[in-house]
């Protein structure tokens, strides 16, 4: 059915990066493990390494999985709002051209969830 919008919708958003004080909002989600069924978001400092984003928040986040401790971070395959991504682990999430409210999935091979059924 399709809908049809009556008048404008205008407005002005309440999540800009002007809002968050320097730090982006940054989203990560984990192909192939619904345990976890939507992306985390986090405010992080764009000066921050993303070896630091990977091992800090995202470990706090997803690492009561028991794949987590067996991710080989060499074979991860990254994708940044649908696109191919190859973060430098040694860069800053803005040396890696993240920017504000970027969305992140990581696909782990071979780590298919509990049990290999996606959970």
């Not at 002005?12 to 976890?36: M, N, R």
């Not at 928040?57 to 990254?78: C, K, L, N, S």
């Amino acid at each position: 059915m399709a809908v049809i919008a009556i008048d404008k919708y205008e407005f002005e958003p309440s999540d800009k990066a002007e809002q968050f004080h320097g730090a982006y909002i940054i989203y990560a989600g984990w192909d192939g493990h619904l345990l976890f069924s939507c992306p985390y978001a986090w405010p992080l400092p764009p000066t921050l390494p993303f070896a630091h984003f990977v091992h800090g928040p995202m470990a706090e986040a997803f690492g009561q999985h028991p794949d987590w401790e067996r991710i080989d971070w060499a074979t991860v395959r990254w994708t940044r709002n649908g696109a191919p991504f190859e973060p430098q682990m040694d860069k800053s999430i803005a040396d890696n051209g993240l920017i504000h409210k970027d969305a992140l999935r990581f696909e782990t091979p071979g780590l298919d969830g509990l049990d290999g059924r996606g959970f």
